[in-house]
């Protein structure tokens, strides 16, 4: 029995080792394709070339409304995390190893929107630790309202909309101030899947994931389930009066 224990030690001390050395030599590529990509491309350059662009909205002409509807959908405690939500990181993993494949990133909006910066949709784990030390970075280099503007101003929202001000102008020929409590709940539903949530292409699976961000911001207390309803009704009413 005490010869059991003994395999049974050593096996796991092998297995923690291995994982040290995997999870090593992930992390030291990461460092790598980040130390490449802030080189080729400074940070605080690329984050001007952001704020340059033509169409570029500051936070305060965006309803706070839709800033609610993002940060809800997006990344409920973006601001108490510091680039990175390691409640968010441990229930993504949860969900990657039932499902055995990579179903759920758990990043936030720093962790994207420095995704955008920089990097491709690939899904590699030295590809999401590069992401974190670039968040890391910007949480760093920016206030918490610069991110998330920097961050509606670089996603992209289908139809070949790639800031806010294009996708309200575009989805509903609008400035982006002139946008109702229901087009702004849209809108921040969008680039969680752009190509199938389209209200061009797919209005019903739209109107969908606007209930789902509306029911996301009940959960975080920026609405009430009464206030939701009756915006759900309303886009349902604003929809039906646009057939006749």
């Known amino acids: 029995m005490k010869k059991f224990w003994q395999i049974m030690k050593a096996m796991v001390l092998a ?30 350059q690329v984050v001007a070339e952001v704020q340059a662009a033509e169409n570029y909205t500051r936070l305060e002409q ?16 973006f601001y108490r995390h510091d680039g990175i939500d390691p409640i968010s990181i441990c229930r993504a993993v949860l969900a990657d190893v039932r499902a ?6 758990g990043s936030t909006i720093t962790q994207q929107l420095a995704k955008n910066l920089y990097f491709t949709q690939e ?6 630790i590069a992401e974190v030390f670039v968040a890391w970075d910007l949480e760093e280099l920016c206030e918490k309202d610069e991110i998330l503007e920097l961050y509606v101003n670089d996603i992209y929202f289908g139809a070949g909309y ?8 575009g989805y509903f020929n609008k400035l982006p101030a002139d946008l109702t409590d229901a087009e702004c709940a849209l809108l921040a539903g969008l680039p969680n899947a752009p190509s199938v949530y389209n209200p061009k292409k797919n209005p019903e699976l739209a109107a969908q994931r606007q209930q789902q961000v509306l029911k996301r911001m009940v959960k975080c207390n920026m609405l009430t389930p009464e206030e939701a309803s009756n915006l759900v009704i309303l886009a349902q009413l604003l929809e039906a009066f646009e057939t006749l």
């Not at 994982?19 to 394709?33: A, I, N």
């Not at 055995?100 to 990133?105: A, I, P, Q």
């Not at 790639?162 to 102008?169: G, L, S």
């Open 62 to 77: 965006l309803p706070d409304f839709y800033l609610n509807a993002v940060v809800a959908v997006e990344d409920k405690r």
């Open 162 to 169: 790639y800031c806010i001000h294009d996708a309200a102008q």
């Open 100 to 105: 055995g494949s990579f179903v759920e990133g």
């Open 123 to 128: 899904k590699k784990l030295e590809r999401k």
């Open 15 to 44: 297995v923690f080792c291995m994982g040290l050395l995997v999870g090593g030599t992930f992390t030291w590529k990461g460092w790598q394709l980040y130390r490449q990509a802030v080189e080729e491309r400074p940070l605080m």
